[in-house]
């Protein structure tokens, strides 16, 4: 199988990806998708009657950074600190994983920090995430660099996801796993990512499509859409 466990669709407010083109560019693809919307899981229960198959996961704002969490049954607020999200998703046996965890978005002309990353803010707290995006498309080369290492190191398991937010991005970055397993059971998946024979494979994806999903995002939030942080 290969999954892409980081894909936003038309339910988080900066994604331009219809659950109509997620299903056709993955079965285009073969890519199992792992959907992961900021702050919210309505895409999972419109993809459960639709009987498309995915991993269900959600990206959280946290004061240190993303966070991903696979597996919620119970949801995990936004703005929140890194540690006590991190706590609140182990607590109820869901995986955290610390997603583009040292990219702090610097963009060159501006040299200006965008977003926090956990990685460049609390190195102890990120080692207790259950996984490691180690590749992540929109991520800058070093920054992917730097997760690896820290992956390595600390002997977390890694993952890879192309954070698209258009159809097109789907699939630029994935774990090619050696064996099916059962995508509904928390424990296969985890077993399956940490195993050695699953191998990571990424490209990167281009700083205009950064500056274009900045522009829809702005342009959402002005037709009264939530405020991102
Ligand atoms: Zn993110
Ligand atoms: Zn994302």
């Known amino acids: 199988m290969n999954l892409d466990l980081h894909i936003h669709t038309e339910y988080s407010i900066d994604s331009q990806i219809s ?3 997620l299903v ?3 079965k285009k693809k073969k890519i199992t998708p792992g959907i992961c919307d900021h702050g919210n899981s309505r895409a999972h229960e419109v993809l459960h009657k639709m009987k498309v198959q995915f991993i269900p996961g959600i990206e959280i704002y946290t004061q240190q950074g993303h966070l991903i969490a696979y597996y919620t049954n119970d949801p995990v607020p936004n703005h929140l600190s890194f540690a006590e999200a991190l706590d609140k998703i182990q607590e109820q046996g869901a995986i955290a994983c610390a997603p583009h965890p040292f990219d ?3 963009y060159p002309f501006i040299k200006k920090k965008f977003r926090k ?12 995430c259950d996984l490691i995006e180690v ?5 800058d080369k070093k920054a992917n660099q730097r997760a690896s290492e820290f992956s390595k190191k600390h002997k977390i398991s ?3 996801g192309s954070d698209a937010h258009f159809p097109f991005e789907i699939g630029a970055a994935f774990i090619q796993t050696a064996e099916d397993f059962d995508i509904e059971d928390p ?5 399956t990512i940490k195993s050695k024979n ?6 990167q994806t281009t700083f205009f499509v950064h500056g274009t999903t900045s522009v829809f995002r702005k342009i959402r939030k002005w037709f009264g859409g939530k405020p991102l942080m």
Do not use: P, W
């Open 24 to 26: 056709s560019e993955c």
């Open 117 to 128: 990353s956990i990685g460049t803010e609390d190195e102890t707290t990120m080692k207790k």
């Open 187 to 191: 424990k296969q998946f985890i077993k």
């Open 158 to 160: 890694a993952t890879a």
């Open 104 to 106: 702090t978005k610097t």
């Open 19 to 21: 659950l109509k083109s």
């Open 198 to 203: 699953s191998n990571i494979y990424g490209k």
């Open 135 to 139: 590749f992540n498309s929109r991520a």
